[in-house]
């Protein structure tokens, strides 16, 4: 069966749907739809490389009181 042949059929299904259970899962599978995102190859490696280097303990990390100060005691034009 191709993908419109099912639409049509859950389409059909849906309308005569009484029960309020599988429709509230439904509506819940819908929005985790909506709220999903997928990242690109790019954004993907990048993230990979990223993980790697804080798995192996190889990234540094500032508080933000310490980032805060380097912003405020660094020249303007350095920004």
Do not use: C
């Not at 790697?52 to 303990?57: D, L």
């Amino acid at each position: 069966m191709d993908v419109q042949s099912v639409k049509i059929e859950l389409i059909h299904w849906l309308a005569e749907l009484q029960d309020k259970s599988v429709l509230k899962k439904l509506q819940v599978l819908k929005e985790q739809q909506e709220n999903s995102f997928e990242l690109s190859t790019e954004q993907q490696e990048e993230l990979d490389i990223r993980l790697e280097k804080y798995e192996k303990g190889e990234m540094e990390f500032s508080s933000w009181k310490t980032i805060k100060n380097k912003i405020k005691t660094s020249p303007k034009d350095a920004l």
